[in-house]
């Protein structure tokens, strides 16, 4: 890596991606934001969620000057800046040429999984809400303009963390860290401040939890959701690195 690196990684909810942020920022020449257009898009849906007025206190809800401060320097001298972003934050309001000047990332999940764990918090959830269509929207937009982005599915990241993160890294063109794969419990200053709704059990992590499938029961109005949200999935998991072309990076690029 000959410049300064900003990732920006793409996920929905309910998946892994405070976990990798963790990974990120343990690495210690990262700097690392917390789902910066969060307050952009509970200002403009009214969605009421937990921590609502807080998060428009804490943070710009004006996405311009949002993605002004992301293409702009890296907080604290940092050579790496990781920014964890929501694709459902991403409303169609947002102009997308400010992503021109980020390396732009994706981590997906199964779709029952999300659902599954998502509309326990909204019942009544909507496909616009979980993500995956506007996923599949910056996906798009990215490899017209840049070329396929990275793809990782989290039930990879948690069979094997150090293959997909060397994997991801490698793509990236910066040198993989072990210090990705562990890190301190409890809460970072760079948190959310949604953290206390939402980062219990991150808060307890010190590595990605191992992999284990689950038997999901799912109602049929859950059923119906997953299902708006396969195909926008299935496109992006396609794409995806997997661990078999993984294994085949060197172990011996990365440091300490």
């Given at each position: 890596m000959t410049a300064p690196l900003r990732?920006?990684?793409?996920?929905?909810?309910?998946?892994?991606?405070?976990?990798?942020m963790r990974a990120w920022e343990n690495r210690g020449d990262t700097a690392v934001i917390d789902e910066p257009l969060y307050a952009h898009y509970l200002l403009k849906t009214g969605v009421a969620h937990p921590g609502r007025e807080q998060v428009l206190a804490a943070q710009s809800s004006d996405w311009r000057e949002v993605?002004?401060?992301?293409?702009?320097?890296?907080?604290?001298?940092?050579?790496?800046?990781?920014?964890?972003?929501?694709?459902?934050?991403v409303l169609p309001d947002i102009q997308l040429e400010w992503l021109t000047q980020l390396s732009n990332c994706?981590?997906?999940?199964?779709?029952?999984?999300?659902?599954?764990?998502?509309?326990?918090?909204r019942p009544d959830a909507a496909l616009w809400e979980l993500?995956?269509?506007?996923?599949?929207?910056?996906?798009?937009?990215?490899?017209?303009?840049?070329?396929?982005?990275?793809?990782?599915?989290?039930?990879?990241?948690?069979r094997d963390p150090?293959?997909?993160?060397?994997?991801?890294?490698?793509?990236?063109?910066?040198k993989f860290s072990t210090r990705m794969l562990h890190w301190p419990a409890g809460p970072r200053a760079s948190d959310g401040v949604w953290a206390k709704h939402w980062y219990a059990a991150v808060?307890?992590?010190?590595?990605?939890?191992?992999?284990?499938?689950?038997?999901?029961?799912?109602?049929?109005?859950?059923?119906?959701l997953a299902e708006q949200c396969r195909s926008f999935y299935e496109r992006?998991?396609?794409?995806?690195?997997?661990?078999?072309?993984?294994?085949?990076f060197s172990r011996a690029d990365s440091v300490k």
């Open positions: 990732i920006a990684m793409w996920s929905g909810p309910r998946n892994i991606s405070t976990a990798m993605t002004r401060t992301l293409t702009g320097p890296i907080p604290d001298g940092k050579s790496v800046w990781y920014q964890k972003h929501m694709t459902q934050h994706f981590l997906i999940r199964a779709p029952e999984a999300v659902v599954a764990s998502f509309t326990q918090n993500g995956f269509e506007q996923q599949a929207r910056l996906f798009d937009y990215v490899a017209e303009h840049f070329g396929a982005p990275p793809v990782l599915d989290a039930e990879d990241v948690l150090e293959a997909m993160l060397r994997a991801l890294c490698t793509r990236l063109d910066v808060e307890r992590s010190t590595g990605f939890e191992p992999y284990r499938p689950k038997q999901l029961k799912l109602t049929a109005f859950q059923a119906r992006l998991w396609r794409q995806r690195l997997t661990a078999e072309r993984a294994h085949g």
